[in-house]
């Protein structure tokens, strides 16, 4: 029996206590409403979580294709190795829609406050695709109107009028890949682009969107701290409104973890980069308000800013993964990861492949894996809406972190300290589920 019939059944109780009833009436009644309960959509019926709000709801759109698969990559991408076709866009676009309409359900009535076109490499579909794609979210879903609609763009797929035909299309924000402007790297890494073309495309998205994002990884083979310094010198130059700072890690299954790269940096200099590329980029006035992301005022991503404050985000596209809260639970879907399989079962409205329900012994370690990597950290009632616990649940893993300096807490804010910041592994140990070995 699960807790929302247990619910159900006391219910029952309280209301034949104001009510004698016959016995087989008493029955027939018990039947009926553990018969509505069955038949109750899943998400909504009782469970042991009380959430008196719902987050703000973000959508991500995952375009899975690139040009060629990047030795470090483990994302869900695909290398697009027809060269006799073009990538099925139109077919994807329908099969995207269609799983986005089989998912209304689950978010009636909220609106969207960011869409985030990613990949992949979303800008290998044409400004066609993305405007009928961008359409069709709008007709099935309320966009707040001052939503934040980013797409990922890689270098290797610019053309002068292609990004003013996205901004066209609706899309306000330009994510631009481009990793390293140093060719000899670039070709190390695997992309597909040269130093030229990330400059072409950088100098375009600052002329035809309000706000846009430049990737950059450190770390990378054979690389010198000053190396690194200057490879962020020129996109300092570029005055971007935002910064993505990672740095490379091989990621098991991927081509370098079968043959590593030589010259990969020893994590005390990864360590050194971090902080002196951090203090680089603080001098040129971007602000450090996350692990990895930099802005000038007001230029914060909107989306990325809703995962590490624990909102929902409903995600469609192949391999997406979603993260909704109801009343009573918070879900947790992943869709077929393969993207003709995904088309093929999205048109039956079948594109969830995985879906679960978040224990409530998870949701402390969740929320602070999000959380504890904003610079500002965390309101504690911020914590009580997210996850419907109290904020004492996360005693005794607050306790200890604020003792071993990892940690500071006042009524009003939980946030790592600049030594637990570079520690957040250590910190999250604190607060994994006792059956993980957490502390009780
Ligand atoms: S372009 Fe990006 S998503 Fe595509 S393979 Fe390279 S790293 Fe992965």
Redesign the pocket.
């Known amino acids: 029996m699960s807790a929302g019939d247990r619910r159900t059944t006391s219910e029952t109780v309280a209301w034949r206590q104001g009510r004698e009833q016959a016995p087989a009436q008493a029955q027939a009644h018990d039947q009926a409403l553990q018969r509505a309960a069955a038949e109750m959509p899943r998400h909504v019926r009782p469970g042991t979580l009380q959430l008196r709000a719902l987050p703000p709801l973000a959508l991500y759109v995952h375009l899975p294709w ?5 030795p ?2 483990d ?1 869900n ?1 695909h ?1 697009w190795r027809d060269g006799r076709a073009d990538i099925p866009e139109a077919r994807y676009v329908a099969a995207l829609l269609q799983d986005l309409e089989a998912s209304l359900p689950l978010v009636w009535g909220r609106s969207l406050r960011s869409v985030f076109l990613g ?3 979303p800008s290998l579909f044409s400004p066609r695709a993305i405007d009928d794609l961008l359409a069709g979210i709008r007709a099935r879903l309320r966009l707040a109107a001052d939503a934040e609609i980013t797409l990922e763009a ?1 270098p290797g797929t610019f053309e002068r009028q292609r990004f003013a035909d996205y901004a066209q299309a609706g899309v306000n924000r330009l994510s631009i ?1 481009v990793q390293s402007f140093d060719d000899h790297m670039l070709q190390r890494l ?3 682009h040269d130093s030229a073309q990330a400059c072409a495309a950088i100098e375009e998205a600052a002329r035809v969107v309000p706000s846009f994002n430049i990737d950059l990884m450190f770390a990378l083979p054979g690389q010198s701290l000053r190396q690194a310094q200057q490879e962020l010198e020129r996109a300092l130059a570029f005055d971007p409104p935002h910064l993505s700072l990672y740095q490379l890690s091989i990621e098991p299954q991927t081509a370098f973890a079968r043959r590593p790269p030589p010259g990969l940096p020893q994590a005390d200099l990864a360590a050194d980069m971090q902080q002196a590329l951090a203090l680089q980029a603080e001098a040129a006035g971007l602000q450090r308000y996350e692990v990895s992301a930099y802005c000038r005022p007001a230029h914060a991503s909107r989306h990325n800013t809703n995962y590490w404050e624990f909102g929902d985000y409903l995600g469609i596209g192949a391999g997406a993964h979603s993260k909704l809260s109801f009343a009573h639970r918070v879900l947790r879907q992943t869709r077929h990861a393969q993207p003709a399989r995904y088309m093929e079962l999205a048109a039956l409205g079948q594109a969830v492949d995985v879906e679960h329900e978040v224990a409530r012994s998870e949701l402390p370690f969740e929320f602070l894996l999000n959380a504890l990597r904003l610079r500002r950290g965390f309101d504690p009632r911020s914590y009580a809406e997210r996850t419907g616990l109290a904020p004492s649940s996360l005693q005794p893993g607050l306790d200890k972190a604020v003792e071993l300096g990892l940690l500071e807490s006042t009524p009003t804010c939980i946030r790592a300290t600049e030594r637990g910041w570079d520690m957040l592994n250590d910190v999250l140990q604190l607060f994994l589920p006792p059956a993980a070995g957490g502390l009780e």
């Open positions: 690139c040009l060629r698969k990047c470090y990559c994302f991408s290398a990949g992949g490499t890689n890949g695997g992309r597909v």
